[in-house]
């Protein structure tokens, strides 16, 4: 497949047949802004040293799911306002594969893990250069049900469908080139009107949580909103903590 939609998106777009890393081959051309400019991107169906958030690993038998890194260059100038650029991409995705996967539920676990149906069918890792971001995501297309890494886990293929890559590919770069427009337009996630689709979309909201973070310290609580800044807002024995960054567990929906 040569991609024609996502090529009429992407100002540059290259197939890798295999490599280690598209968000590490991304990085090395970064500083060519000439040869790799806004939304330049990379896939592949065989990525072999992945990383996820955390620096989990993100392996996948070659040819079951498609790696895609793109080339963000159109920031905000706020730095405060990019830590919004991961959660826009997790937006963008959710709204892709909605698109090919009808009757089903797809949302985001905050801040950017493509649910559809409760389980995980992309994950996104978004990381800094001296001027670039680089937006690196993996999506499960056409990996077997005895391929899923964890029961948690969910693919195209395992919920009986044949997915459309260029479609794919082409909706996620034009949704997360709106929703980044907008934001460097305004420097404002609300009026941009980014929070809300943000919110819309995120599963974690109205759910109990435990949230693992940084330095061994765990949260448990009510998952109420998102605040301005992209935080993951948790009520917990009556105060409100706000969550920049964490491994969230959706406990149980609320009510039950």
């Given at each position: 497949?040569?991609?024609?939609?996502?090529?009429?998106?992407a100002?540059?777009?290259?197939?890798?047949?295999?490599?280690?890393?598209?968000?590490a081959?991304?990085?090395?051309?970064?500083?060519?802004?000439?040869?790799?400019?806004?939304?330049?991107?990379?896939?592949?169906?065989?990525?072999?040293?992945?990383?996820?958030?955390?620096?989990r690993?993100?392996?996948?038998?070659?040819?079951?799911?498609?790696?895609?890194?793109?080339?963000?260059?159109?920031?905000?100038?706020?730095?405060?306002?990019?830590g919004?650029?991961?959660?826009?991409?997790?937006?963008?995705?959710?709204?892709?594969?909605?698109a090919?996967?009808?009757?089903?539920?797809v949302?985001?676990?905050?801040?950017?893990?493509?649910?559809?149906?409760?389980?995980?069918?992309?994950?996104?890792?978004?990381?800094?250069?001296?001027?670039?971001?680089?937006?690196?995501?993996?999506?499960?297309?056409?990996?077997?049900?005895?391929?899923?890494?964890?029961?948690?886990?969910?693919?195209?293929?395992?919920?009986?469908?044949?997915?459309?890559?260029?479609?794919?590919?082409?909706?996620?770069?034009?949704?997360?080139?709106?929703?980044?427009?907008?934001?460097?337009?305004?420097?404002?996630?609300?009026?941009?009107?980014?929070?809300g689709a943000?919110?819309?979309?995120?599963?974690?909201?109205?759910?109990?949580?435990?949230?693992?973070?940084?330095?061994?310290?765990?949260?448990?609580?009510?998952?109420?909103?998102?605040?301005?800044?992209?935080?993951?807002?948790?009520?917990?024995?009556?105060?409100?903590?706000?969550?920049?960054?964490?491994?969230?567990?959706?406990?149980?929906?609320?009510?039950?």
């Amino acid at each position: 497949m040569d991609f024609p939609r996502a090529r009429d998106v992407a100002p540059r777009l290259e197939l890798i047949d295999r490599t280690g890393s598209t968000n590490a081959d991304l990085r090395a051309k970064a500083d060519d802004a000439d040869g790799w400019p806004h939304l330049a991107t990379l896939i592949t169906r065989d990525q072999t040293a992945g990383r996820g958030r955390l620096d989990r690993t993100w392996v996948a038998p070659a040819g079951s799911a498609l790696a895609i890194s793109v080339l963000l260059r159109t920031l905000p100038v706020d730095a405060a306002a990019r830590g919004w650029i991961p959660l826009a991409a997790g937006a963008a995705m959710a709204q892709a594969v909605a698109a090919q996967l009808p009757g089903h539920d797809v949302a985001v676990k905050w801040p950017n893990d493509v649910l559809v149906d409760g389980r995980k069918i992309c994950g996104i890792l978004a990381e800094a250069t001296s001027d670039a971001v680089i937006v690196g995501a993996g999506v499960n297309t056409a990996m077997a049900t005895d391929q899923l890494p964890v029961a948690t886990a969910t693919s195209f293929a395992a919920l009986g469908v044949e997915a459309d890559e260029d479609l794919l590919l082409a909706g996620y770069l034009e949704a997360l080139d709106g929703y980044l427009s907008a934001l460097a337009a305004t420097g404002d996630a609300v009026g941009s009107g980014l929070h809300g689709a943000v919110s819309a979309r995120c599963a974690t909201l109205g759910r109990a949580v435990r949230v693992s973070m940084p330095a061994d310290r765990s949260l448990e609580g009510m998952a109420t909103a998102i605040d301005a800044e992209g935080r993951l807002l948790v009520l917990s024995d009556g105060a409100e903590h706000a969550v920049s960054a964490g491994d969230v567990v959706h406990v149980r929906p609320v009510g039950t």
